[in-house]
């Protein structure tokens, strides 16, 4: 009898404990869609990487008003369709206070619409595509636009090379590089460098030599080259192989190492425009790659430096934020937190900025952030000055 | 300019006409579109990479290690899919289906594997001088691209029309069960088949390795499509046709870059293949047909 009652004590104040530390502090679960297998897995990986070290730092230090973050990956596979189921789980089943990702804008024009009709936040870290965030109020994204990089570099591109007139060459099938070429084209127009001629290919295109033939006749001073990494490089190669000495101007789908792995020195030149360099001494960013270095024993990358400053852009948030475990109302109340976050992260500065109105509707927020202009040195990427 | 393109488009459609070449094969023999085809000209590159990277082989054994590994893989695709197929007289779609299955598997396993990134031969593996001649540069590999394609159709071409394995070959492409009245091995024939044709697809696939530095666990399903496309022009099972179609193909492609629109590279191809498909829906070499292998 009395045994049983003090067994009756201890399990309520057990209960108690654990009911008092929920409220004191619970965890909050935060979705990650990425393309971690597929084509675009090489971009997935990084971005998973990039948020896992930066959620294992934050809870490190205590977590969020001492709330521990739980990130729930998903692998969309870089198909729209998965990208709509994995939103889909991870907003209805797992209950998700808000998803990252998908990793490609093309996934994100199918699975965004979905998280805004939910009320809750999509945070795209790798979508850099026109109109991702026309779609809703509750669409976010830090990774900066084309139409903010792009004509800072073509700018810096023509200056450095005395450039008079470019060809141009792009993935015709793809949303990224097809937005990433409407922008070249109208940057181009407005800054008056007559395009020789421009040619297109398609995803898993191998042999570019046809197209760098009529560029090559067409006898440009520079190749605008809106493409993804391993494309370009091998682009790059093939334009060598047929005597081409142009340099190359790209936007952030040539930011990555991978490019100087396949093409080595032969990308020296070529000229890219992007929210962020290994070359940027700031202290945030050298903490970064240091901290991923030791982590995942390889260099990251733009799409890991990106995931890294979205997750702390979310903890800066749920700082000010007062979580009532309601979740409906938990959703809206961060994202009406994250317009006003200011951080410095591996990317440099970062700011919101409310997206353009769209026909009346709500819009998301895009980043506000200065872009780097960088060039190929021996091999890498260095600050262009 | 035009020079070069031509010469772009002859290595094109060498690469073409070699990958479709197994392709028509096993149609030709076996009857069946093979659908694991791009799958294991993906494989073939990989051995050869792996090969070379790891064993520190030279390329021309590595390449023909490839050859007898893709080969293996592709009899073991016939003894576990087709082949249980065929003793249940399963209707035509089924091993078509099957196939795409298998393809699947394999992109899945060389994912797993090798990772989704792209991997390329090491440099100073691939001989790396180029010729020039005037306005036309050729590398190469482009060369051996060109003459590896060629040797390895006029052999396949010659055993077909010359010998006693091609005589039991057409005879089964004919009719196996009045092959197999004849007391020819048929099923033995089929595993040969299936072997050579595999074999084929693997040397495709390290040749467009070592040419183009995109080895990816998924670089066969858009040559996969061309594949189709070339069997289809050529003739379905048309050893000569495939040949012809591969290399009309890439030089269809090439020039519509050089004159039409590089957006309509892909449509053009295909285009014709619909054309030639309304006026001669056996293909190119439509009598040919008849006689398939």
Redesign the interface.
């Given at each position: 009898m009395k045994f049983s009652s003090t067994l009756t004590t201890m399990t309520a104040l057990v209960l108690a404990a654990t009911l008092a530390q929920s409220a004191l502090a619970a965890d909050v679960k935060l979705g990650l869609a990425a393309a971690l297998t597929g084509p675009a897995a090489k971009y997935g990986v990084a971005i998973k990487n990039g948020f896992t070290l930066a959620t294992e730092e934050v809870n490190a230090k205590g977590g969020v008003n001492g709330n521990k973050l739980v990130l729930m990956v998903e692998d969309e596979q870089g198909k729209k369709e998965d990208a709509i189921n994995v939103f889909k789980k991870l907003i209805f089943q797992d209950k998700a206070l808000l998803v990252f990702g998908p990793t490609l804008s093309n996934s994100a024009f199918a699975a965004d619409p979905i998280a805004n009709a939910a009320k809750v936040v999509a945070f795209g870290t790798s979508n850099t595509a026109d109109g991702i965030t026309a779609m809703g109020p509750f669409t976010f994204r830090n990774s900066v636009m084309e139409a903010d990089v792009l004509p800072v570099t073509t700018r810096a591109a023509v200056k450095h090379f005395g450039i008079k007139k470019v060809a141009i060459i792009y993935g015709n099938d793809d949303a990224f590089t097809k937005s990433g070429y409407d922008v070249f084209k109208a940057t181009l127009a407005k800054q008056n460098i007559p395009v020789t001629t421009t040619e297109a290919y398609a995803k898993g295109d191998v042999d570019f030599k046809a197209q760098l033939t009529k560029i090559k006749a067409s006898n440009p001073d520079a190749i605008v080259c809106s493409c993804l990494t391993e494309e370009a490089a091998n682009i790059i190669l093939q334009t060598r192989t047929l005597g081409m000495k142009q340099p190359f101007i790209g936007g952030n789908g040539l930011n990555s190492p991978k490019l100087f792995e396949i093409a080595k020195n032969a990308g020296d030149d070529t000229i890219m425009g992007s929210p962020w360099s290994a070359e940027n001494l700031t202290p945030a960013n050298k903490a970064f790659i240091a901290a991923y270095k030791a982590k995942f024993g390889s260099d990251p990358d733009q799409f890991a430096a990106q995931a890294y400053d979205a997750l702390y852009i979310v903890a800066a948030a749920l700082k000010t934020v007062k979580l009532t475990g309601a979740l409906p109302a938990d959703r809206v109340a961060l994202r009406d937190a994250l317009p006003a976050v200011k951080i410095e992260g591996a990317t440099g500065d970062f700011t919101f900025r409310k997206a353009p109105e769209a026909g009346g509707k709500p819009v998301g927020y895009d980043a506000q952030q200065e872009a780097i202009v960088n060039i190929a040195k021996g091999g890498k990427f260095v600050l262009l000055k | 300019?035009l020079e070069?393109?031509l010469i772009?488009?002859l290595?094109?459609g060498s690469v073409y006409a070699l990958f479709a070449l197994g392709f028509t094969l096993v149609f030709g023999v076996l009857g069946v579109i093979n659908l694991s085809h791009g799958a294991i000209f993906m494989l073939g590159s990989y051995v050869a990479l792996m090969l070379v990277e790891q064993l520190a082989l030279p390329l021309w054994l590595a390449m023909l290690v490839a050859m007898l590994a893709s080969g293996a893989i592709g009899l073991a695709v016939d003894y576990l899919v087709l082949r249980p197929l065929r003793k249940r007289n399963a209707p035509h779609l089924a091993p078509m289906i099957a196939t795409i299955g298998v393809a699947i598997i394999l992109t899945?396993l060389a994912?797993g594997l090798f990772?989704?990134?792209?991997k390329?031969f090491p440099?100073g593996i691939i001989p790396e001088n180029?010729f020039?001649f005037g306005s036309i540069?050729i590398?190469a590999v482009q060369i051996g691209i060109v003459v590896i394609s060629f040797v390895l159709m006029l052999v396949l071409l010659a055993v077909m029309r010359r010998t006693q394995l091609g005589r039991a070959l057409r005879a089964i492409a004919e009719s196996p069960k009045a092959a197999y009245l004849l007391g020819i091995n048929v099923e033995g024939l089929f595993y040969l088949t299936s072997f050579a044709a595999a074999a084929l697809g693997g040397a495709a696939g390290v040749l467009?390795g070592l040419?183009?530095?995109?080895i990816?666990p998924?670089?066969g399903?858009?040559m996969l499509h061309k594949g189709i496309a070339v069997i289809i022009l050529g003739g379905m099972g048309d050893i000569r046709g495939a040949m012809i179609a591969g290399l009309f193909l890439g030089f269809a492609?090439?020039l519509t870059?050089?004159y039409i629109?590089?957006?309509f590279?892909?449509a053009v191809g295909f285009g014709l293949l619909f054309l030639i498909l309304l006026v001669k829906p056996s293909g190119m070499f439509g009598k040919v047909l008849e006689r398939k292998a």
């Open positions: - | 300019m070069q393109q772009n488009a290595t094109l899945n994912q990772g989704a990134e792209n390329r440099q180029s020039t540069h590398t467009v040419s183009f530095n995109a990816t998924f670089m399903q858009p492609e090439v870059v050089a629109s590089s957006d590279r892909d």
